[in-house]
């Protein structure tokens, strides 16, 4: 690639390496997939950085349909409006690809989550990221007036997967679909400093760890490590 100092170059050294490395490994399946995509599982996620669903799952190229917005938020289906890149994204991912599984996947430490308890100040005039935090109020609402615990946050980050599962069903062709079986609906959440995924139970609306046991041993190798670099 040639030296251009307006593209980043963490980017230009990436691509590099991509090319040297992955894009060999993997040219058969990149040349096939420019024929066209055939991912089973649309992922509904936080647009957060340290959040990538592709790394978090270890998926290959076409093999995940990502949609990423502030706090994986699906709104409820109206037709009102002017811009709707969840429901485009959801409406093509259903309808043309005819995926079978969407995932809503929240996570620990969400900004948005965060804005919209501590009703933060608007960040610019068009108060974008105020008004499409707005939609978590009815998360808030189910968690009820009880006073804030410690683990509030969290408790909201699943709320708000679970709000996000309940919006999907207002769409007709969602809705459809599921009743016939031939979609299904999860939530999940990350623990980004633990590595911990958790799965929402269907039926009781608990999030439970989906590897129990190698979570918690991951969490003790994480506190002896940090515990063997606190000396001094």
């Known amino acids: 690639m040639a030296d251009d100092l307006s593209f980043p170059p963490a980017l230009a050294e990436g691509y590099r390496a991509f090319l040297d490395d992955r894009f060999v490994r993997e040219q058969d399946r990149y040349a096939s997939l420019a024929e066209g995509q055939s991912p089973e599982i649309l992922i509904i996620s936080c647009c957060d950085s340290r959040v990538s669903p592709e790394v978090i799952f270890d998926a290959r190229p076409g093999e995940l349909f990502v949609v990423r917005n502030v706090a994986n938020l699906v709104p409820p289906f109206e037709t009102g409006g002017e811009y709707h890149g969840t429901s485009a994204a959801l409406e093509f991912a259903v309808q043309a690809l005819k995926v079978k599984h969407i995932v809503v996947l929240g996570h620990a430490r969400c900004g948005g989550v965060r804005a919209f308890a501590d009703d933060a100040a608007p960040l610019s005039p068009g108060d974008f990221i105020g008004r ?90 994480i506190r002896c490590q940090d515990e063997a670099g606190s000396g001094g």
């Open 132 to 221: 499409w935090v707005s939609l978590i109020r009815p998360a808030a609402e189910a968690l009820g007036d009880e006073p804030r615990g410690p683990d509030y946050l969290e408790q909201l980050e699943f709320a708000t997967v679970t709000n996000s599962l309940r919006n999907l069903m207002t769409f007709p062709c969602v809705k459809i679909l599921v009743e016939r079986g031939k979609l299904q609906l999860h939530g999940a959440h990350f623990g980004i400093a633990t590595g911990q995924l958790r799965v929402r139970d269907p039926e009781t609306g608990e999030f439970r760890l989906a590897e129990p046991g190698r979570a918690a041993a991951q969490t003790k190798l």
